[in-house]
T-cell receptor, first 114, second 114 residues
Protein backbone atom coordinates (compact mmCIF):
# COMPACT_ATOMS: atom_id res chain seq x y z
CA UNK A 1 0.00 0.00 0.00
CA UNK A 2 1.13 3.53 -0.74
CA UNK A 3 2.12 5.42 2.39
CA UNK A 4 3.97 8.48 3.62
CA UNK A 5 5.58 8.50 7.05
CA UNK A 6 6.85 11.41 9.05
CA UNK A 7 8.41 9.72 12.07
CA UNK A 8 8.64 12.83 14.22
CA UNK A 9 5.37 14.26 15.52
CA UNK A 10 7.05 17.14 17.34
CA UNK A 11 10.48 18.68 17.01
CA UNK A 12 11.97 21.47 19.09
CA UNK A 13 15.03 23.39 17.93
CA UNK A 14 16.76 26.51 19.12
CA UNK A 15 16.70 29.57 16.94
CA UNK A 16 19.77 29.56 14.73
CA UNK A 17 20.23 25.79 14.93
CA UNK A 18 19.98 23.51 11.94
CA UNK A 19 16.84 21.53 11.18
CA UNK A 20 16.08 18.23 9.51
CA UNK A 21 12.56 16.87 9.16
CA UNK A 22 12.25 13.29 8.02
CA UNK A 23 9.93 11.84 5.43
CA UNK A 24 9.79 8.27 4.16
CA UNK A 25 7.47 6.94 1.50
CA UNK A 26 6.36 3.65 0.11
CA UNK A 27 5.22 3.84 -3.48
CA UNK A 28 5.36 1.40 -6.33
CA UNK A 29 5.74 4.02 -9.02
CA UNK A 30 8.18 6.90 -9.18
CA UNK A 31 6.51 9.49 -7.00
CA UNK A 32 6.35 13.23 -7.07
CA UNK A 33 7.45 14.61 -3.69
CA UNK A 34 6.44 17.79 -1.91
CA UNK A 35 6.93 19.62 1.34
CA UNK A 36 4.22 21.97 2.57
CA UNK A 37 4.09 24.24 5.60
CA UNK A 38 0.97 25.23 7.51
CA UNK A 39 0.85 28.05 10.02
CA UNK A 40 -2.00 28.21 12.54
CA UNK A 41 -5.27 29.16 10.90
CA UNK A 42 -3.70 29.12 7.46
CA UNK A 43 -3.82 26.92 4.43
CA UNK A 44 -0.85 25.00 3.12
CA UNK A 45 2.06 26.68 1.39
CA UNK A 46 4.38 24.77 -0.91
CA UNK A 47 8.02 24.89 0.21
CA UNK A 48 9.53 22.76 -2.53
CA UNK A 49 8.88 19.86 -4.86
CA UNK A 50 10.78 17.08 -6.60
CA UNK A 51 9.76 15.51 -9.87
CA UNK A 52 13.03 14.39 -11.44
CA UNK A 53 16.59 15.46 -12.05
CA UNK A 54 18.88 16.86 -9.40
CA UNK A 55 18.08 15.08 -6.15
CA UNK A 56 18.85 18.15 -4.04
CA UNK A 57 15.99 20.60 -4.35
CA UNK A 58 16.00 24.20 -3.23
CA UNK A 59 12.83 25.80 -1.99
CA UNK A 60 11.52 29.00 -0.51
CA UNK A 61 12.46 30.46 2.87
CA UNK A 62 15.91 28.85 2.77
CA UNK A 63 14.67 25.26 2.83
CA UNK A 64 16.10 22.39 0.83
CA UNK A 65 15.32 18.70 0.53
CA UNK A 66 17.19 15.70 -0.75
CA UNK A 67 15.59 12.79 -2.56
CA UNK A 68 17.25 9.47 -1.77
CA UNK A 69 15.72 6.72 -3.83
CA UNK A 70 17.65 3.94 -2.08
CA UNK A 71 16.25 5.02 1.28
CA UNK A 72 12.82 6.08 0.00
CA UNK A 73 13.33 9.36 1.80
CA UNK A 74 12.80 13.02 1.11
CA UNK A 75 14.10 14.88 4.15
CA UNK A 76 13.68 18.61 4.58
CA UNK A 77 16.57 20.70 5.87
CA UNK A 78 17.35 24.25 6.85
CA UNK A 79 20.79 25.35 8.05
CA UNK A 80 19.59 28.03 10.46
CA UNK A 81 16.07 28.14 11.84
CA UNK A 82 14.22 31.38 12.52
CA UNK A 83 11.45 31.82 15.08
CA UNK A 84 9.02 32.43 12.22
CA UNK A 85 9.64 28.87 10.99
CA UNK A 86 7.52 27.49 13.83
CA UNK A 87 4.65 25.73 12.08
CA UNK A 88 3.35 22.34 10.97
CA UNK A 89 5.27 20.69 8.14
CA UNK A 90 3.79 18.11 5.82
CA UNK A 91 5.46 15.81 3.40
CA UNK A 92 3.26 14.78 0.49
CA UNK A 93 3.57 12.30 -2.33
CA UNK A 94 1.74 12.08 -5.62
CA UNK A 95 1.93 9.54 -8.38
CA UNK A 96 0.48 9.10 -11.83
CA UNK A 97 -1.18 5.82 -10.87
CA UNK A 98 -3.20 7.57 -8.16
CA UNK A 99 -4.39 10.39 -10.37
CA UNK A 100 -1.84 12.69 -8.75
CA UNK A 101 -3.92 13.04 -5.59
CA UNK A 102 -1.59 14.08 -2.83
CA UNK A 103 -1.01 11.58 -0.06
CA UNK A 104 0.11 13.50 3.02
CA UNK A 105 2.14 12.42 6.00
CA UNK A 106 0.70 13.11 9.46
CA UNK A 107 2.87 16.18 9.82
CA UNK A 108 5.67 17.37 12.10
CA UNK A 109 5.06 20.24 14.46
CA UNK A 110 8.11 22.47 14.78
CA UNK A 111 8.69 24.55 17.90
CA UNK A 112 11.49 27.11 17.87
CA UNK A 113 12.92 28.22 21.19
CA UNK A 114 14.88 31.44 21.80
CA UNK B 1 -3.44 37.76 -8.58
CA UNK B 2 -5.94 36.74 -5.92
CA UNK B 3 -5.40 33.44 -4.15
CA UNK B 4 -7.78 30.59 -3.57
CA UNK B 5 -10.79 31.71 -1.61
CA UNK B 6 -13.10 29.53 0.42
CA UNK B 7 -16.44 30.43 1.90
CA UNK B 8 -17.59 30.33 4.54
CA UNK B 9 -14.50 30.25 6.76
CA UNK B 10 -16.39 28.83 9.72
CA UNK B 11 -19.54 26.79 9.92
CA UNK B 12 -21.47 25.14 12.72
CA UNK B 13 -24.07 22.49 11.91
CA UNK B 14 -25.92 19.79 13.77
CA UNK B 15 -25.97 16.09 13.05
CA UNK B 16 -28.21 15.10 10.19
CA UNK B 17 -28.02 18.44 8.43
CA UNK B 18 -26.29 19.01 5.13
CA UNK B 19 -23.70 21.60 4.22
CA UNK B 20 -22.26 23.17 1.09
CA UNK B 21 -18.78 24.64 0.96
CA UNK B 22 -17.52 26.86 -1.82
CA UNK B 23 -14.11 27.30 -3.41
CA UNK B 24 -12.99 29.89 -5.94
CA UNK B 25 -9.70 28.92 -7.58
CA UNK B 26 -6.99 31.23 -8.78
CA UNK B 27 -7.92 32.81 -12.06
CA UNK B 28 -6.94 30.55 -14.94
CA UNK B 29 -6.68 27.42 -12.83
CA UNK B 30 -8.88 24.62 -14.08
CA UNK B 31 -8.20 21.90 -11.51
CA UNK B 32 -9.72 22.01 -8.05
CA UNK B 33 -9.01 19.44 -5.36
CA UNK B 34 -10.61 19.05 -1.95
CA UNK B 35 -8.99 17.70 1.20
CA UNK B 36 -10.26 16.97 4.68
CA UNK B 37 -7.96 17.69 7.61
CA UNK B 38 -8.61 16.23 11.05
CA UNK B 39 -6.31 15.74 14.05
CA UNK B 40 -6.75 12.00 13.93
CA UNK B 41 -6.61 11.21 10.23
CA UNK B 42 -4.54 14.13 9.02
CA UNK B 43 -4.98 15.38 5.48
CA UNK B 44 -7.05 13.14 3.26
CA UNK B 45 -7.92 13.59 -0.39
CA UNK B 46 -11.62 13.89 -1.16
CA UNK B 47 -11.86 14.52 -4.91
CA UNK B 48 -10.50 16.48 -7.82
CA UNK B 49 -12.36 18.28 -10.58
CA UNK B 50 -11.10 19.46 -13.92
CA UNK B 51 -13.22 21.21 -16.53
CA UNK B 52 -16.42 20.34 -14.64
CA UNK B 53 -15.57 16.63 -14.51
CA UNK B 54 -14.58 14.63 -11.47
CA UNK B 55 -11.27 13.03 -12.40
CA UNK B 56 -10.32 11.44 -9.14
CA UNK B 57 -12.01 10.47 -5.92
CA UNK B 58 -10.72 9.51 -2.51
CA UNK B 59 -12.05 6.91 -0.14
CA UNK B 60 -14.99 8.77 1.35
CA UNK B 61 -18.65 7.73 1.60
CA UNK B 62 -21.19 8.90 -0.91
CA UNK B 63 -22.42 11.54 1.52
CA UNK B 64 -19.49 13.60 0.27
CA UNK B 65 -20.02 15.01 -3.18
CA UNK B 66 -18.83 17.89 -5.25
CA UNK B 67 -19.15 19.70 -8.49
CA UNK B 68 -17.36 22.24 -10.58
CA UNK B 69 -18.86 25.03 -12.60
CA UNK B 70 -17.85 26.37 -15.99
CA UNK B 71 -15.90 29.20 -14.33
CA UNK B 72 -13.90 26.55 -12.39
CA UNK B 73 -15.47 27.45 -9.07
CA UNK B 74 -16.22 24.35 -7.07
CA UNK B 75 -18.56 23.31 -4.33
CA UNK B 76 -18.55 20.33 -2.07
CA UNK B 77 -21.57 19.01 -0.26
CA UNK B 78 -21.84 16.79 2.76
CA UNK B 79 -25.23 15.32 3.48
CA UNK B 80 -26.50 13.77 6.71
CA UNK B 81 -23.69 15.22 8.76
CA UNK B 82 -22.01 13.11 11.42
CA UNK B 83 -19.91 14.24 14.36
CA UNK B 84 -16.85 12.81 12.65
CA UNK B 85 -17.27 15.19 9.74
CA UNK B 86 -15.99 18.01 11.93
CA UNK B 87 -12.82 19.06 10.19
CA UNK B 88 -10.96 21.70 8.25
CA UNK B 89 -11.86 21.36 4.59
CA UNK B 90 -9.17 22.62 2.26
CA UNK B 91 -9.50 23.44 -1.37
CA UNK B 92 -6.53 23.59 -3.73
CA UNK B 93 -6.30 24.78 -7.30
CA UNK B 94 -3.76 24.17 -10.01
CA UNK B 95 -3.38 24.99 -13.68
CA UNK B 96 -3.96 21.46 -14.89
CA UNK B 97 -2.66 18.17 -13.53
CA UNK B 98 -2.41 18.66 -9.74
CA UNK B 99 0.46 16.26 -9.44
CA UNK B 100 2.71 18.07 -11.84
CA UNK B 101 1.55 21.61 -11.30
CA UNK B 102 1.81 23.32 -7.97
CA UNK B 103 -1.37 23.19 -5.96
CA UNK B 104 -2.30 26.43 -4.23
CA UNK B 105 -4.33 25.95 -1.09
CA UNK B 106 -7.04 28.15 0.31
CA UNK B 107 -7.34 28.96 4.04
CA UNK B 108 -9.98 26.30 4.53
CA UNK B 109 -13.47 26.07 5.94
CA UNK B 110 -13.67 24.97 9.56
CA UNK B 111 -16.79 22.80 9.94
CA UNK B 112 -18.04 21.91 13.38
CA UNK B 113 -20.82 19.34 13.71
CA UNK B 114 -22.69 19.33 17.02
Amino acid sequence: AQSVTQPDIHITVSEGASLELRCNYSYGATPYLFWYVQSPGQGLQLLLKYFSGDTLVQGIKGFEAEFKRSQSSFNLRKPSVHWSDAAEYFCAVGAANSGYALNFGKGTSLLVTP
Amino acid sequence: KAGVTQTPRYLIKTRGQQVTLSCSPISGHRSVSWYQQTPGQGLQFLFEYFSETQRNKGNFPGRFSGRQFSNSRSEMNVSTLELGDSALYLCASSLADPGYNEQFFGPGTRLTVL
